[in-house]
């Protein structure tokens, strides 16, 4: 079945390090692909998203590139900041979904020092 | 405009007791989603429902959870009897539109702790 590989965490990084946080997926055909984040006691926000092979998203500084050729799509910041500290969840959604349920990866926190 | 809300935000139960969460979507929002994460595993699916149908169930664990969505409004999730592999956080979000292709806003969760 489908499913998402993400690196394991915790990350720990200082402010300004360049970060990536890995993730794979294995799915037939072409899926959708998003990367979510979770604050501090908030709930789930859409980050990024990527519907097509070589689709890069991108919000707030962060990107990630759809690599159909590798199965990829991992998250990268070129200067993180403390406010970035959260779990960051890859997900992906079946190309052929009536339903649109989201299969995640096991989510990775990250924590950026000052 | 209101997100997906949730409550209780932290519920702590005994083994063998009932537990139901609650969820408000987004108004107008026809889809919505049930999905638990466990120890700090990935997040699974549950459910969804379409206005006050299910769609589809295939991430329920066993018949000790019950979902409903009357009114296609909010929804509830029971619990009943709880187990200790119940604990985790329960997520719900909800979309408008095409299931297949919306984007889903998600309430910030319950975690539910069995003790």
């Known amino acids: 079945g489908d499913s998402v590989t993400q690196m394991e965490g915790p990350v720990t990084l200082s402010e300004e390090a360049f970060l990536t946080i890995n993730c794979t997926y294995t799915?037939?055909?072409?899926?959708?692909l998003f990367w979510y984040v979770q604050y501090p006691g908030e709930g789930l926000q859409l980050l990024l998203k990527?519907?097509?092979?070589?689709d890069k998203g991108s919000n707030k500084g962060f990107e990630a590139t759809y690599r159909k050729e590798t199965t990829s799509f991992h998250l990268e910041k070129g200067s993180v900041q403390v406010s970035d500290s959260a779990v960051y969840f890859c997900?992906?959604?079946?190309?052929?979904?009536?339903?649109?349920?989201?299969?995640f990866g096991q989510g990775t926190t990250l924590q950026v020092k000052p | 405009e209101a997100g997906v809300t949730q409550f209780p935000s932290h519920s702590v139960i005994e083994k063998g007791q009932t537990v139901t969460l609650r969820c408000d979507p987004i108004s107008g929002h026809d889809n919505l989603y049930w999905y638990r994460r466990v120890m700090g595993k990935e997040i699974k699916f549950l459910l969804h429902?379409?206005?006050?149908?299910?769609?589809?169930e295939s991430g329920m664990p066993n018949n000790r959870f019950l979902a409903e969505r009357t009114g296609g409004t909010y929804s509830t999730l029971k619990v009943q009897p709880a187990e200790l592999e119940d604990s985790g956080v329960y997520f719900c979000?909800?979309?408008?539109?095409?299931?297949?292709?919306?984007?889903?806003?998600f309430g910030a969760g319950t975690r539910l702790s069995v003790l």
């Open positions: 799915a037939t055909g072409y899926p959708s």
């Open positions: 990527a519907t097509k092979a070589d």
């Open positions: 997900a992906l959604r079946a190309w052929s979904s009536n339903t649109g349920k989201l299969i």
């Open positions: 429902f379409v206005k006050e149908s299910k769609q589809d």
């Open positions: 979000a909800s979309s408008q539109g095409p299931a297949g292709l919306a984007i889903q806003y």
